[in-house]
Structure formats: structure tokens, C-alpha cells
Nanobody
Framework: QVRLAESGGALVQPGGSLRLSCATN????????TGWYRQAPGKQRELVAR???????VYTDSVKGRFTISRDNAKNTMYLQMNSLKPEDTAVYYC????????WGQGTQVTVSS
């Protein structure tokens, strides 16, 4: 059974930083892709950042230059470093792996507010 567990969500002021973590029991060095998505209230889930199997990283335009996706294959853990956070980044953040089937974590809440 595939397990994904996110952590690191919190309430943070605008301009602040957070690092999200996602630990899995899957050997992420062998999967087709890993990534982070988010879903704000009343909106569809959207891509934040992905790492493809060839190591290429993809970011949605609104987070480029502020967020960094990474992973530690030895720990089977992926990360999302989020800097210069804005209120519009408020959402539930989900990690994802594609094996080729897609598996999701349970989500972690990020709230950016003063």
C-alpha cells in the first residue's frame, strides 16, 4: 500500500517562509514523477511544482522564483520550500507521486495571513 504523509503546513504572515515535507514508503528514485499541488477554497486543485523522472522541474508561473521543489531519494522524501509567501498562496497542499498511477497525500493546510 502506497503511503504519503505531508507535514509543515502552518499559519504564516505575508512575506514569510515555510518548508513542506512529504515522506513516502515508495522508492521515489524509480517513479515517473513527484510533485506538489494545491487547492484553495472554491477552486480546482492546481499544479504547484513537479520533478519529472529525468530530473526536469516544472513550476506554475505564480510561484516561479519563490518556491523550490526538491527531494531526497535516500529518505524517500520530497520537499517544497516556499519563500515570500502571499495571501493567494493560501490552500491545502498535496504531494503526489506517479508510478505510473497517481497517488496523493492527505494534504496540509498553508494559510498566509496577517
Amino acid at each position: 500500500q502506497v503511503r504519503l504523509a505531508e507535514s509543515g503546513g502552518a499559519l504564516v504572515q505575508p512575506g514569510g517562509s515555510l518548508r513542506l515535507s512529504c515522506a513516502t514508503n515508495v522508492n521515489i528514485a524509480t517513479v515517473n514523477g513527484t510533485g506538489w499541488y494545491r487547492q484553495a477554497p472554491g477552486k480546482q486543485r492546481e499544479l504547484v511544482a513537479r520533478i519529472e523522472s529525468d530530473g526536469v522541474t516544472v513550476y506554475t508561473d505564480s510561484v516561479k522564483g519563490r518556491f523550490t521543489i526538491s527531494r531526497d531519494n535516500a529518505k524517500n522524501t520530497m520537499y517544497l520550500q516556499m519563500n515570500s509567501l502571499k495571501p493567494e498562496d493560501t490552500a491545502v497542499y498535496y504531494c503526489m507521486i506517479q508510478i505510473p498511477w497517481v497517488y496523493w497525500g492527505q494534504g496540509t493546510q498553508v494559510t498566509v495571513s496577517s
